[in-house]
């Protein structure tokens, strides 16, 4: 072996003659080669005029002086090139580009510290414009450096997105978070499309809501909390009633009667309270309509002017549903107005003077609000003040 198996600096062979040669060779390669940095990496072809001891990374095609020495390494000494083939894992600064490279597979790899910060980072896992940050791996950690570890989810607004998503199969499951606003809440969806709220916490308040309920865990059955409004109920009153009257007239959402029988149908009684449902049985089959106000003796507003607008002047009104002689009642005002915002109630609990208090359930939902109804026979006329609500 005439050389070293790296470098391939020459031995000085025994008996040999101008050992200094020999020598001053190996020095001249060490003086090119260790610490290496380079002028350039994009030169073809020589400088006119290079500076002695400059190296140069040869680029493709290369001509002149360098032809032949693609991917060599080209340093000027003593007014001559010396060639020298990399090997993997050779490292060069390159003045040019103020950068370290490293050579492997026949080329030179830009190698550069992570900055800070970076535009994306993949794990195991390719990161997009959207996942700038993707992991795959069986657990994560995120470990303390000294006494604890907070972990930060921050958004630019109250009205904007700060949450954790839980998926299955890529499809939403279960997210909680300050969702669109700044109060905390839990949602769930069987399909990642329709989302129901779990919990509702008032970061104003303190509050907790549980909009689905509570069930109870042997019989699955919903659990039911009575609330008691404000002021006991003594202002909230409703009075059921099986009235009938002729329409007059219809105007958008107003409904006027003949004669004055608009307390017969809606007690004023109820005015922000309630909604009674009133029926036009001159219709085939029977149209119904809320009527939530009376603006006059002889008239009453409705909820939604389109349901009056087939119906004309003669018609017959009424109560009391003509398929079971009922009379349904919606009290999403009252709950808008005392307990800020109307939900399906299971029950509400009403109080009857000297006849008691009574409950009366409420299984059905409204189609004019987010409540549920309260229901009354026809053939009874009764004055009741709303204590609570169960929910």
Same mark, same amino acid.
């Given at each position: ?72 390494? #080209?340093?000027? =000494?003593?007014? %001559?090139?010396?060639? @020298? *083939?990399?090997?993997?894992?050779? /490292?060069?600064? $390159? ?60 958004? #630019?607004?109250? =009205?904007?997105? %700060?949450?954790?998503? @839980? *998926?299955?199969?890529?499809?939403? /499951?279960?997210? $909680? ?215």
């Amino acid at each position: 072996m005439d050389q070293t198996p790296n470098l391939q600096l020459p031995y000085i062979a025994p008996s040999q003659a101008q050992k200094h040669v020999t020598h001053n060779e190996a020095i001249r390669a060490l003086d090119a080669l260790v610490q290496l940095c380079v002028v350039s990496r994009t030169l073809k072809e020589p400088p006119a005029e290079p500076r002695e001891g400059n190296r140069y990374c040869i680029a493709s095609g290369a001509s002149g002086a360098w032809g032949g020495k693609d991917g060599h390494i #080209a340093a000027w =000494q003593d007014g %001559a090139w010396a060639f @020298f *083939q990399p090997r993997d894992g050779w /490292r060069a600064w $390159i003045i040019a580009e103020n950068c370290l490279a490293i050579f492997n597979q026949g080329q030179w790899t830009d190698f550069r510290p992570a900055p800070n910060p970076v535009d994306r980072v993949g794990i195991q896992a390719q990161a997009d414009d959207t996942n700038r940050l993707s992991v795959k791996s069986p657990a994560s950690l995120f470990d303390h450096a000294g006494s604890g570890h907070q972990l930060k989810i921050n958004k #630019a607004g109250d =009205q904007q997105l %700060a949450s954790i998503l @839980f *998926q299955s199969a890529y499809q939403g /499951r279960v997210e $909680i978070g300050t969702i669109w606003n700044r109060d905390f809440s839990i949602k769930a969806s069987i399909d990642g499309k329709d989302w129901r709220d779990i919990l509702l916490a008032d970061s104003r308040t303190g509050a907790v809501q549980f909009p689905g309920g509570i069930v109870q865990p042997r019989t699955g059955k919903k659990l039911s909390g009575l609330i008691f409004l404000p002021d006991g109920g003594g202002t909230a009153v409703l009075e059921p009633a099986a009235g009938s009257a002729v329409c007059a007239s219809v105007s958008a959402d107003l409904l006027s009667l003949k004669g004055k029988a608009a307390a017969g149908i809606f007690a004023s009684s109820m005015r922000g309270i309630a909604m009674v449902r009133i029926w036009n049985t001159s219709k085939s089959p029977a149209q119904s309509a809320w009527a939530k106000w009376d603006t006059a003796a002889d008239q009453l507003q409705v909820s939604d002017p389109a349901h009056i607008r087939p119906w004309a002047a003669g018609d017959a009104i009424q109560t009391a549903d003509p398929a079971n002689q009922t009379i349904a009642l919606d009290i999403s005002p009252l709950m808008q107005k005392q307990l800020g915002g109307a939900f399906p109630q299971d029950g509400v609990l009403l109080g009857n003077g000297a006849g008691g208090d009574v409950t009366i359930p409420c299984p059905i939902a409204s189609p004019a609000s987010s409540g549920n109804l309260l229901i009354f026979k026809a053939d009874e006329r009764r004055r009741f003040n709303v204590i609570g609500i169960y929910g």
